[in-house]
């Protein structure tokens, strides 16, 4: 023995908490949320990417800093705006996929109840309940209508009816993608105008800005830190490559001019 006190596993214990009977009614009773990490992740990546090619294209193409920094904060804003739209018309549309399937499912209720019930039998069937038991299942769902619709988006078309934000969606969206696409311009609104400084920080930054996006969504996720912020600096710098070399070979078969 060492002395030590032995600590209580509160992992464990906080588990144990979360399921003991009173705590599950209440989770259960909460109205099912849309995670927003996937928006933040998307916008945050897609922000920086796009914002660093730019920076990248115009030192290849050898444009000066001022170039650079209208260029690339006009495209920060535009770009963050569609995306956001873009995102928001996804989610609005995926919504109404739902809505549309509860109307459609009411609408067969109304008219055929029976054959309603009976893809509910079956879809119990399958899940293993036969006899007196698969019918009082049956009699339990088919009497709360809203229970019926829901198991039926659920079970038989695979669509989860939680509810969605659109409008969150797209500001979450927005949001991260100018907070995290603003590094790579940074240093051209600080720095002199110099063809290589502003540009190795500019890289600098986006390379800190991928890898703690991964390692953010990684940690998130509960996987490896490390090797999601790896993941995500090596498909941002990709990107950024691509770009500058476009920019470079452009300058050099058209010979664009600082």
Known sequence: MNGEIPRPDSGRAR?????????IRSRLARPQGHSYLGDSILGAIDGCVTTFAVV?????GGFSSVVIVILGFANLLADGFSMAISNYQGVKTRQDEVERARRTEHGHIDKIPQGEREEI??????KGFEGDLLE???HVITNNR???VNTMLTDELGIQPVTLSPIRAGIVTFASFLLVGAAPLLPFLFVANNANSPFMMSAGAAAVAFFAVGAF?????????IMGGLSTLVTGGAAATVAYLVGWWLRQQFGVAS
């Open 15 to 23: 588990l144990s908490s979360e399921h003991r009977r009173d705590a």
């Open 56 to 60: 990248a294209a115009g030192v290849g």
């Open 121 to 126: 039998r079956q879809i119990f069937a399958a």
């Open 136 to 138: 009082r299942v049956v």
């Open 146 to 148: 809203e229970v019926w």
């Open 217 to 225: 969504r990684g940690r998130m996720l509960e996987q490896r830190a």
